[in-house]
Structures are given as C-alpha cells and as structure tokens.
C-alpha cells in the first residue's frame, strides 16, 4: 500500500512541476498593462457574491451610479452586474468559478466583487485563488491608515504564488500524513517586488519591508527575499529591510515603532494574514479595502469575507459598507478616475472618522448599512 502512495505521489508531483514550469514560461512572456485611457469604454463589472456580499455591493452599486452618473450616460464608463458566482450555483456545477461566469469577468476590464464564500475541506478551491491564478491578478494591494497616529501602509502582497496556488492539490498517505506545496516562482517573484518599489518610489516613500520567514523556509522564502533585493538593487533612494513574518506581527501592534513602516512586501500567506491584523489596526476589517491588480484585470474587494456567523445571527443589514467602498475608491483611481476617488475618499473620511453622526458596529445598536452608505453618499461633495 506504501508503495502503492509513493508512486502516486511522485507521479503527480512531475504533473505539478511541469505546471510550474510553464507558467513561468508563460509569466516570462509577459503582458502589457492595460492603458485605461486609451480605452472607449471601460466596463465595470459588479459580483454580488455571498452573505453579506450582496448587501455591501448594492450600495457601493448606488454608490458608482451617482458617482458616475455622467460617464455612465456618455457611454464611457458601463457597470454591468455579473450573477451566478454564488456557493448555491458553484456547488452546483463543481466549479470554483462557472465557465459563464468567468467569461463574463473575462469581458469586463475591472471587478468590483463582493465576498465568496469557499466551503471548509473537500476539494473545491476558493473562487478568489481561481479568478486570481485566470486573471494572473499577482500583486494583492492592501492600505491601511491610522492618520491620528501617523500609520500609513502600503501592503504588497503576492497573490499568485506561495501556499496558495497548489493549495487543493496537495498530497495525502490517509491516516499517515498529508503533504501540501508552497511554490515561490523567479518571474513571480520579481514582478510583486517591482510594484511594490514603484509604487514606494511613485509616492515618495522611502523604505519597504520585505517580510518573510526564510530562516526556515529556505528555498522559497530565501529566493523572495534574494528577488526583492535584486530588484531593490533599481531604487537607491529607497531602504529594505528584511524581517521575519512573526516579529513583524508583535511590530504592528506595538504602538512605539509601528508607525515607522511604510511599504510591505510578502509571500502571499504571511500577506492574508498580516493585512487582516492591520485592518483591525484600522477599525475592523469591515473598514478595509483590497485590489488584485495584474497587467491585463484588476479586481478589487472588501478585505473580509462572506460574514456567515452575521448572516445567522441576523446582522447582516448592519454590515459595514466602508470596506467595498475603499475598494470603490481603489477602481477609481486604478482607471484613471482621481478626482472621483478623492471626493469618494473624503466623503468617506468625513462619515466614518470626522463626523461620525452614523455609526456601524455590526451589531443592532449601530446604523444598518443602508444607512451608512446614504450618510456617505450625501457627504460626497
Ligand atoms: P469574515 O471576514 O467573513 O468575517 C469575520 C467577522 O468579521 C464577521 O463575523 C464579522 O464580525 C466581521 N465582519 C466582516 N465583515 C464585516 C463588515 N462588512 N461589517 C462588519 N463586520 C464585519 O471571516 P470568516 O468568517 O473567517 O470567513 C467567512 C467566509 O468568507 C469563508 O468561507 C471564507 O473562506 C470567505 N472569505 C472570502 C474572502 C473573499 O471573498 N475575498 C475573504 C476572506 C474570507
């Protein structure tokens, strides 16, 4: 029987290894960014999603409606709402991510998308992994600020790679052992390193923490560390440092020295995580927003997920908009929209942190979401 799993095993690791291989060759050959501007009409397109999702995007819905009400007339902006990436319907077909579905995303040039959820176990992927690996969305960019304390971070997370991208194939001995893969690619790699340096350099920032644990996880972790500094090696001007996944996360809740960090890069598991320390830094993840941006698609989302534990406890009206509409913001500016943003994001600031004459909490003795997102949309300048 031994044997018998062995040779199984071996056999479908070549299978995996050759994937690898080839998306390297595939990420050798690269794409080149989508120029926004030069497009007639930019379709955005909106996914409901699951739990609270469909709560969250009808108002950022409305929120874009009004935000964009002349470009949608003239025909250069078009939303257009995606149905069908539900759990009820992926269930259905076994499919992370339904062929019509992906064809929809695939005609769209931007994502706004609400959480989905991904069931515990079995052997369905997460939608997010599935649109992430067929939309090549690598860089996973997440903000997070705290201006009363001068925290203003900028995470870059790889999204295409690390624990991630072979998750649902692992290996299994049942009732011995189960073995699962962690791939760190050269082009996948340098390409997460390069963003996040040219967005540093972009914005005048001066120093990028590259967080990894390659003490011990010497292959892949040695070799993001090694890339980053390589690409590093391109902006003088800017300082990296390296630091390990777990001290960074005692350094993000020490009030003294947190504030000094700027730029992050990380390996995409140690980034899920540490970013979700850093929304509740901020408030509370249901306050946190998040692009998937590769060369040809971007999607952007709230930080958070489908909120079940919400949905069950009847708390899902009370559900904080404030998240997908950071996301809003992100589109917005992702496609050239700056003006937009900054009215969005100073009508948020107003709301949420100046103001504060509606308040979510999750809970019934806040706003309801409705509530909120109208208290938002009349601050909009
Ligand atoms: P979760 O983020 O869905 O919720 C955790 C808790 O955070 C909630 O119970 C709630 O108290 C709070 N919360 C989340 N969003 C909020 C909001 N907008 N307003 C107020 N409070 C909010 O985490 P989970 O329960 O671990 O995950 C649920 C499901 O979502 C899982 O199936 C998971 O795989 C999926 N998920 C999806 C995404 C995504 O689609 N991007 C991201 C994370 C998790």
New binding site residues.
Partial sequence: MREEYIKKAVEQFEVLLREQLDRVDRMRAGAAPKDYDALETVTVGLIG?D??GPI?MAEAKRLLEKLLAEEISSGRIVLTEIEGLTIENRLALGKAVPDDVLAAIKACDVILKG????PKGGTME???VTLRRELDLYANVRPVSVPEEGIDWMFYRENTEGEYVLGSRGIEAPGDLAMDFKVTTEPGTRRIARAAFEYAKANGKTNVAIVTKANIMKKTDGNFTRICHEVAADYPEITADDWYIDIMTANLVNPAIRNQFQVFVLPNLYGDIITDEAAEIQG???TAGSANMGDRYAMF??I???????VEEGLADY??PS?IFKAAEMLLRHIGFIDKADRLASALHQAGEIEKRVV?T?TKEGATCREFAEYVMEKLA
Avoid: F, L, Q
Wanted: net charge neutral.
């Fill in positions: 999603g739990g609270i969250i959480p989905t959820t991904t997460s939608a997010n509370g993840v249901g989302e709230a958070h997920g489908s909120a079940p534990r919400m559900a904080n998240s979510v999750g």
